[in-house]
């Protein structure tokens, strides 16, 4: 089973509307969770941070489910800029550098 | 301030060919990564440095080399290409802020085709 897991989509949603991703991490001991944006041909950069009572920034509010093992994504008022491809990315309580792990992404198109 | 900048951003080799890509961070940091970007796969770390002069596997490390002989470069080789190898490479470098730190800086990418 992947360490990390996402619907890779796509998402094609009208402009204004509200959207919602989730993404499922397998190992319990994983203890930092992050929401990366890669626009097209770009490189990944960081959205924000998932904290366990959840968090807002701007329109985006991540959540996070210890007992399910996933967090979310909420997108309100979707703008056409906000087409990307959002990555998952989980950190485990392990040592060394070694201890993010990404999903595969999940695809949002944005319709005017 | 650059920030992470690789080198070249695109190339194309033949089959057996060898080659390096570059990575030069400006910022200090401890940790250095090289991953590979392929459709449906998603990021998958090749190798990973944790300071200067160390090098380690990551997730597919089988037909790349690396080297960190100064903390601010990363060196990427592959010593004989294959059409497998086509990808886009990304290298990022991350700072020692404890283990929790989920902050990676990445480069713009390398896209390398391997004919």
């Known amino acids: 089973r992947k360490e990390v897991e996402q619907d890779p989509g796509p998402f094609n949603v009208p402009e204004g509307a509200t959207v919602a991703f989730n993404c499922t991490y397998s190992?319990?001991?994983?203890?930092?969770f992050f929401w990366y944006r890669q626009d097209c041909r770009k490189e990944p950069k960081l959205l924000m941070s998932v904290y366990s009572s959840g968090n807002e920034d701007g329109r985006f509010t991540a959540q996070l489910n210890r007992a399910s093992q996933y967090i979310s994504l909420l997108i309100r008022d979707s703008k056409l800029s906000d087409s990307a491809t959002y990555l998952c990315?989980?950190?485990?309580?392990?040592?060394?550098?070694?201890?993010?792990?990404f999903g595969t992404g999940t695809r949002l198109t944005v319709i005017p | 301030n650059a920030g992470v900048t690789q080198t070249p951003k695109f190339r194309v080799l033949k089959t057996g060919q060898s080659m390096t890509l570059l990575c030069a961070q400006d910022?200090?940091?401890?940790?250095m990564y090289w991953y590979r970007q392929d459709p449906g796969m998603g990021l998958r770390l090749i190798h990973y440095s944790v300071g200067e002069g160390t090098t380690a596997k990551g997730e597919v490390p089988d037909g790349y080399n690396v080297s960190r002989l100064k903390k601010q470069n990363f060196l990427l080789g592959l010593e004989s290409a294959a059409p497998s190898q086509t990808s886009v490479y990304f290298c990022?470098?991350?700072?020692?802020?404890?283990?929790?730190?989920?902050?990676?800086?990445f480069g713009e990418g390398s896209r390398l085709t391997v004919l």
């Open positions: 910022m200090n940091h401890e940790y």
């Open positions: 990022a470098s991350r700072p020692d802020r404890g283990r929790q730190n989920g902050e990676l800086f």
């Open positions: 190992n319990s001991a994983s203890q930092s």
């Open positions: 990315v989980v950190i485990r309580t392990q040592t060394g550098a070694n201890n993010l792990f």
